[in-house]
């Protein structure tokens, strides 16, 4: 729904030529303040200092974001839950696209588990997110997994729906999971007009990550949203720029990892 002056002029500041690197920093409402989020300054600098286009936090931390983000981007994330509550695909409204506004983002964000029992909550939420967002200008983040009772969050099949249901409902931009390599995410692609960007996970090897984000360009995707593989590394502005070198300048892996100065063994 890139209709609006606002909405594509607020893309570009979380973009770069139409690639997307954002690093999500939510993970302190889901998982408390685990390693890279307690000095979410310095972490928020190093990775921008890297290449990373944008940042992305609940509301409250957006006063410790701006100071420190180098002039990149900002989104601010609509709704989360956490890992020692009952159910962490029950993701809970934490903020308004108005709010989001108010404290300084350039873009909102939205999580949807696609195939859960919260599915439908979500879908209704996410739709008066959108129409909230267009009416004021601002892009929509929709972070839409396949995810719940019977699902495989890798099969492209269900990715290629997660991303279309996204489409259908007006985001601008959509975040998934990686279905392992870029012949079948080139299925999930395919599967709308959007950007797609991908999720990242749990902290894998420097190589892995880095051959994870070639698939994806390759397949046809526009990035990343990848949160603890780049946070929670030892060295946040090495693998930042690894995985910019991929995303913005379309190196090899081998090339990726030698730039960011990081080890290029298997």
Known sequence: MTTSTGINARLDRIGTDDNYMIIPMDHGLTMGAVKGLKDIESTIDAVTRGGADAVLTQKGIAPRVHENKNGKGYIVHLNGSTTIGPDENDKRLTGTVEEAVRVGA?????????????????????????????????????????????????????????????????????????????????????????????????????????EMVRGVMDAGGAGISMGRSIFQHDDPEAIATAVSGITHDDLSTDEALTKAGLAIEA
């Open 106 to 210: 350039d873009a909102v964000s939205f999580h949807i588990n696609v195939g859960s029992t919260y599915e439908p909550d979500q879908l209704a939420q996410l739709s008066e997110v959108t129409a909230d967002a267009e009416r004021l200008g601002v892009p929509v983040l929709a972070m839409a997994y396949a995810r719940g009772p019977g699902v495989d969050s890798t099969d492209p099949e269900a990715l290629g729906h997660a991303v279309r249901l996204a489409e259908e409902v007006g985001a601008d931009i959509v975040k998934t999971g990686y279905s392992g390599d870029a012949e079948s995410f080139q299925h999930v692609v395919e599967s709308t007009r959007l950007p797609v960007v991908i999720a990242g996970g749990s902290k894998g090897t420097d190589r892995e990550t880095v």
